[in-house]
């Protein structure tokens, strides 16, 4: 009697490739690297089913160290090579990695198409507000004011706001995440696979060789608590080392509460609801609040047909119509001369 045939579950090391990572010792890519190999292994995805697309920059040498099918493209263009990919084979299971300067400088008016156009893809995008790979330029992310070595006497370009961005992009899916929270990080990389749709995460991270600490105030343990909001559908705004602090609307206003002094409780705070636009909207902007914690979670999320699902409904009603087509008449046209 033959015994049937039983297949092992893939692991995270199945998913590492047996390229050197060439990053700097200590970048914050090497958690993200880490997390989203265990995640391939826990979504018990099929390695010649997914595809890792990315531009340039430091983030964009994911695809070389991802057991997968891959693509290391062009500057700024993932988005675009993303998009055929799925009109070509909408069954793959796409990532799109890219970087705050690959994705929202050259690349920013292809984030915004395939944004909107909502192609069921995953995309990753790596936020350390600086230039790595060209040694430390100031990007479309950088504070006003930033020193590099492009701007000595500090950047006067007002900096983008990636999640303000993905939103105003009509995004199905946004949210943000850090490389120095593995437990959250992986959390945000299932709720993104699941979205049916363009999920767009931002991932804060660390170059610790040319803009260390920039996120420090969120991720380290004795600020953390008190500077990093982490929201949950349905659940109140609440946040502080003793979950002390919470937020409240007043108006379209955020401000903060104090839940140990009596005069509110959780019932007068801002329940988080990720299908609220408004809410939404409000919550990207956090970042230009002083005081204010910095949110992170599923921002928004909704649902809508993803752009390959109306294109080939669309194809299948004109063919109904029109049936199949033929490639070498309409190669020929209509229209013929008759040289004598």
């Known amino acids: 009697m033959t015994k049937p045939l039983t297949i092992n579950p893939l ?7 047996d390229q050197d990572v060439r990053w700097c010792p200590g970048c914050g890519d090497y958690s993200i690297l880490k997390q989203v190999q265990s995640v391939f292994a826990e979504l018990g995805l099929d390695k010649d089913e997914v595809v890792v697309i990315s531009g340039i920059g430091c983030s964009s040498r994911f695809p070389y160290y991802t ?3 891959g693509m290391h493209s062009i500057h700024g263009r993932a988005p675009a090579f993303v998009s055929g990919l799925k009109m070509a084979n909408p069954d793959l299971d796409v ?3 890219t970087g705050d300067g690959d994705g929202l400088a050259i690349g920013g008016n292809h ?3 395939i944004l909107r ?6 995309i990753m995008l790596f936020n350390n507000q600086i230039y790595g790979l060209t040694k430390g330029q100031y990007s479309p992310t950088s504070e006003e004011y930033k020193k590099t070595k492009s701007s000595p006497y500090g950047s006067l370009d007002h900096p983008i706001n990636p999640i303000a961005f993905a939103l105003g992009c009509d995004a199905s899916y946004v949210a943000r995440s850090m490389d120095r929270d593995p437990k959250h990080l992986k959390a945000m990389l299932h709720r993104s696979h699941k979205h049916k749709g ?4 931002e991932i804060y991270q660390n170059c610790n060789i040319f803009n260390d600490g920039a996120f420090f105030e969120f991720t380290d343990k004795a600020t953390k608590a008190d500077r990093a909001l982490f929201v949950e559908h349905g659940q109140p705004l609440i946040f502080g080392k003793d979950q002390e602090m919470g937020i409240r609307l007043n108006g379209l ?3 903060i509460v104090n839940l140990k002094h009596g005069l509110f409780t959780e019932d007068d705070l801002w329940i988080h609801d990720e299908r609220d636009i408004h809410k939404a909207n409000i919550l990207a902007r956090f970042s230009e609040i002083s005081g204010l914690p910095r949110p992170f979670g599923v921002i928004y999320a909704i649902d809508r047909p993803t752009y390959e699902e109306v294109a080939f409904a669309q194809l299948d009603d004109v063919k109904s119509v029109k049936g199949e087509g033929n490639l070498d008449q309409l190669l020929a046209g209509n229209m013929n001369w008759e040289i004598k």
């Open 253 to 255: 206003q955020p401000e």
């Open 111 to 113: 984030m915004m198409h």
């Open 117 to 122: 156009r909502n192609f069921n893809v995953n």
């Open 198 to 201: 363009a999920a767009f995460l």
């Open 95 to 97: 990532w799109m990695v």
């Open 11 to 17: 692991k995270a090391k199945d998913f590492a490739t």
């Open 67 to 69: 057991e997968t099918y």
